[in-house]
C-alpha cells in the first residue's frame, strides 16, 4: 500500500507544481489555489499580486536606437514625477549623448539609480522591469538576474515582439494596472547551463636564478561557468567545414551523437526562436519541457524530440571529433568547448515571469498569428449547389 502522507511521501519540486505561492523579486508574488495540488494548474489563473506596494522599477532601453530616446524619456518622467518611484537605469543607457546632452532631461536623470552589467548586484533592488525594445531586451533583463527575477513588462518597440505584447501608446495606463496588481503572468521556464572547461597547462618550476622551467608535463585544471537562459543554448560546428560531432546524456545515459551543424537545446519559450526554424514544434510557455533540436543532422531520421523538465542533460564533444564546437547561450557568451569540455543543462528553480497584456493563452496565439503568420493561406472558396453536381 502506498503511503502519500507528509511524513513518508516527498514530492518532487516542480517548476509549474501547485505552490500556492510563488515570489518573485522583493515584493512580487503569484497566488494559485492551494487546492489545486493534484490538478492541471490553468494557466489563466496566475496572477500577479504585491506583498507592498511596489517603489522601485528597471527600465531596460535598447542601446543605440534613436527610435526609443522619446518613448524612454517620457516613460522615466512618468515615473519619477507621477508615481515617485525609484527608477534603476544601466550606466551605459545614460552615456548616450542624446540623453546625457539633453538639459530639459537633466533634473529626471539625477533622480536614477545607475548600476553595471556583471558588476554592480541590483536583485534585491528592483520590484518589477519594463523593457523597451524587441525580444532581445527581454533576454537581456532575464542575463541580469542569475536567481529570482521580478516581474517584466515588455513594450513592443523593436522588429518582431513575439514575447512583447504591450503598445507603448498606452502606457500609462497599463502601467498603472501593474503598479495595483491587475495582471496575468506567464513563467517561462530558463535553462540552468553548467559549463566546465578543462584547462591543460604545462608543469613548470622555477630555478634557483628565477627561470621557468618546463619538464614537458601536463596537468590539468577545471574551470566552472554557470549562466541562466530564457531561449536556448545552442552547440554548433564554429567556423569548421567539419560537422560537428558531439554526445549528448541524459541523467547520465548515452542517448544519441549529434553528427551535423550542431545541436540546440531550448525551454518552451525558445521553441519559437531558432528551434522553430530548425524544425522543431512550439510550445506554449506554459508546458514543462525541454526541446532537443538538430540543427542540419546528417541523417534523415534525427527528428526534433521533447524531454521533461525534469531531466538533466550533459553534451561533450565526441572521443573521435575531428574538431571542436562552439557554445552560446540565448546568442550571447560564445566560446570554445574542447575535448573535456563539458555542459550540463537542466530547468531551473528561477524562471522569468512576463507579464501578460491579456493572459497567458491569448497573448500566446496573438504572436503565433501577428508575429509568425501562424497558419495564414487564403481560404477555399464556398462550394455552391450548382458546383457540387459536377
Not at 8 to 22: D, W
Not at 109 to 115: S, Y
Not at 159 to 174: I, V, W
Not at 301 to 319: H, T, Y
Request: charged share 20%.
Amino acid at each position: 500500500i502506498l503511503n502519500l502522507n507528509k511524513e513518508h511521501f516527498k514530492r518532487t519540486q516542480s517548476l509549474h507544481g501547485p505552490s500556492p505561492v510563488t515570489t518573485f523579486g522583493p515584493k512580487a508574488c503569484m497566488l494559485q489555489n492551494p487546492h489545486a495540488v493534484m490538478h492541471i494548474q490553468d494557466p489563466a489563473s496566475q496572477r500577479l499580486t504585491w506583498n507592498k506596494p511596489p517603489k522601485s522599477v528597471l527600465v531596460i532601453k535598447k542601446i543605440r536606437d534613436a527610435s526609443l530616446l522619446q518613448p524612454f524619456k517620457e516613460l522615466c518622467r512618468f515615473l519619477t514625477e507621477v508615481k515617485s518611484m525609484i527608477v534603476y537605469v544601466e550606466k551605459k543607457v545614460l552615456e548616450d549623448p542624446a540623453i546625457s546632452g539633453d538639459e530639459n532631461f537633466a533634473a529626471v536623470t539625477k533622480k536614477f539609480c545607475t548600476f553595471r552589467e556583471d558588476l554592480d548586484d541590483i536583485s534585491n533592488r528592483v520590484d518589477f522591469i519594463i523593457c523597451l525594445g524587441g525580444d532581445g531586451t527581454l533576454l537581456y533583463a532575464s542575463s541580469l538576474f542569475q536567481e529570482s527575477v521580478p516581474p517584466v513588462m515588455s513594450f513592443h518597440l523593436g522588429s518582431l515582439g513575439f514575447l512583447t505584447p504591450f503598445k507603448f501608446e498606452n502606457y500609462q495606463s497599463q502601467v498603472n494596472q501593474i503598479i495595483e496588481g491587475n495582471a496575468a503572468i506567464v513563467l517561462r521556464s530558463r535553462l540552468k547551463v553548467r559549463v566546465l572547461k578543462e584547462n591543460w597547462e604545462k608543469k613548470s618550476r622555477v630555478d634557483e636564478k628565477g627561470i621557468i622551467l618546463t619538464n614537458g608535463d601536463i596537468e590539468s585544471s577545471r574551470k566552472a561557468m554557470q549562466y541562466q537562459v530564457l531561449n536556448e543554448v545552442v552547440v554548433d560546428r564554429g567556423p569548421s567545414s567539419y560537422l560537428s560531432n558531439v554526445d549528448l546524456f541524459l541523467d547520465g545515459h548515452l542517448i544519441t551523437t549529434v553528427q551535423g551543424d550542431g545541436v540546440i537545446v531550448s525551454t518552451p519559450t525558445g521553441s519559437t526562436a531558432y528551434a522553430v526554424a530548425a524544425g522543431a514544434s512550439m510550445i506554449h510557455p506554459n508546458v514543462p519541457a525541454i526541446m532537443i533540436t538538430p540543427i542540419c543532422p546528417h541523417s534523415l531520421s534525427f527528428r526534433p524530440i521533447v524531454v521533461p523538465a525534469g531531466v538533466e542533460l550533459k553534451i561533450m564533444l565526441s572521443c573521435d571529433a575531428r574538431n571542436t564546437a562552439w557554445v552560446s547561450f540565448d546568442g550571447r557568451k560564445r566560446q570554445e568547448i574542447c575535448h573535456g569540455d563539458s555542459i550540463t543543462i537542466t530547468t531551473s528553480c528561477f524562471p522569468v515571469p512576463s507579464i501578460c497584456f491579456r493572459d497567458p493563452v491569448n497573448d500566446w496565439f496573438e504572436s503565433l498569428a501577428q508575429c509568425l503568420h501562424w497558419n495564414v493561406r487564403k481560404k477555399q472558396n464556398y462550394l455552391s449547389s450548382e458546383d457540387e453536381e459536377f
